[in-house]
C-alpha cells in the first residue's frame, strides 16, 4: 500500500527530475510519484515517460493544458 503521494512537475530541469525521482524510488514500496507536464517541449516528457515505463507500479505521468494549482502551493513549502 503506498502511504504517499509526490507530485513532480515535469518542468523541472532534467537532472533536478532524476534527483527528485530517484530519491523517491528509494521509498517505491510507500511512495507513488505523479509526475505532472502541461505542454512541455523538450524532452522532460520523455524522460517522465521512461520512468513510467520501467516503473509502472510507482511512477505515472499525467499530462494537462491546464495550469494545476496544488504545484505551485506545494513547491512554496
Request: negative net charge.
Amino acid at each position: 500500500m503506498k502511504l504517499l503521494t509526490v507530485c513532480i512537475p515535469c518542468y523541472n530541469s532534467i537532472m533536478e527530475m532524476h534527483k527528485a525521482i530517484n530519491s523517491c524510488l528509494l521509498m517505491k514500496d510507500e511512495v507513488e510519484v505523479l509526475i505532472v507536464d502541461r505542454h512541455s517541449h523538450d524532452e522532460t516528457l520523455q524522460v517522465a515517460r521512461e520512468y513510467e515505463e520501467a516503473y509502472p507500479d510507482t511512477v505515472k505521468v499525467i499530462t494537462t493544458k491546464e495550469d494545476v494549482p496544488f504545484l505551485k502551493t506545494a513547491l512554496k513549502i
